[in-house]
């Protein structure tokens, strides 16, 4: 683990480890070869083009015309395809506190159509023990290609707050208990509901600005959380070419996601974003084996060796009139979205 509070890779733009009072609170490994080699849960990954699934693997209507994605779950594309942004290499700027990563994806880069440029900027700070990364992402057309394009970003970040090989005890406050319900190919099959158990096979009841907590095996949640309703969406979350706020950098504002807590390390979490929804998951398929080089062995991991917040915006929003304005960028305008973790221990 290193003394810094925030350590990041170019492969990816990935969050490699975040540091609170001697634990490293996100899963990943050492080296970079290793996440090429074992990284097939994401661990830290900046996901794009399009975080999470579109149907099919396939944009329906874009330009006035449809495009076929390449699949990597079943018949869909997920997390931007097989190499997706996050299996990318990134240049970096800056150093320290305040880093920034770029890419240029190129027309037809895992078949998403127009050439885009896309940064993603770290801001870190310490206050009394506090660590704070501020995340902000942006991403245009920079092509003559297409009028416009769909994206939707996110982090792909592991959280463990026990200091230990699961999340087992984490206690978790979600800030909206309303999600897509969705099909059997993870594609929403309707308009956001409370969730509740019964539903879609859910084992408890989730209500927003109440406790729960984690156990061994359950609950298992795999679902997007809604933060802004669909008939607000549209407008809400899409930014435009102008923004002047807050040190989040965002003309939108900044909503509560997830309070989250480990009595045993005593460790906090909370994740803020100005974006439309979020994906909890709590890790049920990580399956990574013990690995080994130059004389240093990192443990197997597990289910539920870490859980996910990802905020984005709508599951195969492109694919749906009342959403696809939230993830299609026009020429001329610029993708924005911040995501903030705040991450602190009690003191003993």
């Avoid at 009072?21 to 990954?45: A, H, L, M, R, W």
């Avoid at 394009?149 to 406050?173: A, K, P, Q, R």
């Amino acid at each position: 683990m290193s003394a810094e509070p925030v350590k990041f890779l170019p492969l990816g733009a990935i969050i490699q480890e975040l540091n609170v009072n001697g634990v490293n609170i996100v899963q990943g490994f050492d080296t970079q070869d290793q996440y090429v080699k074992y990284n097939d849960p994401y661990f830290g990954e900046t996901i794009g083009r399009v975080a999470n699934r579109v149907g099919g693997a396939k944009i329906e209507n874009l330009n006035g015309k449809s495009y076929q994605l390449a699949a990597n779950d079943g018949a869909n594309s997920l997390h931007g395809g097989p190499k997706g942004w996050g299996k990318q290499v990134w240049e970096k700027s800056g150093s320290g506190d305040n880093v920034t990563f770029m890419i240029t994806s190129k027309d037809g880069d895992e078949g998403y159509p127009g050439t885009v440029e896309a940064r993603v900027n770290y801001i870190t700070s310490v206050e009394k023990g506090k660590v704070t990364l501020v995340i902000k992402y942006e991403a245009k057309l920079v092509c003559d290609e297409v009028e416009e394009t769909v994206l939707n970003l996110t982090n792909h970040s592991y959280f463990n707050l026990s200091g230990g090989s699961t999340i087992d005890g984490t206690e978790v406050t979600l800030y909206s208990d309303v999600y897509l319900p969705v099909d059997d190919r993870g594609i929403p099959k309707g308009l956001p509901k409370k969730y509740a158990t019964g539903e879609d096979g859910h084992t408890i009841n989730i209500e927003a600005g109440k406790k729960f907590t984690l156990g061994a095996t359950e609950p298992d949640v795999d679902d997007c959380f809604t933060v802004i309703p669909p008939h607000e969406s549209a407008a809400i979350p899409k930014p435009t070419t102008t923004s002047s706020v807050d040190p989040s950098g965002s003309s939108l504002p900044l909503h509560k996601l997830i309070d989250a807590y480990h009595p045993s390390t005593k460790i906090h979490l909370a994740v803020s974003s100005t974006e439309s929804a979020f994906q909890f998951y709590t890790g049920k398929y990580i399956d990574v084996p013990e690995v080994t080089e130059n004389g240093k062995t990192q443990p197997a991991r597990g289910a539920r060796s870490g859980f996910c917040v990802e905020p984005s915006r709508y599951v195969n929003a492109v694919n749906v009139p009342g959403w696809r304005d939230q993830v299609v960028v026009k020429k001329g305008d610029v993708y924005r979205s911040v995501t903030v973790y705040e991450a602190w221990a009690d003191a003993s």
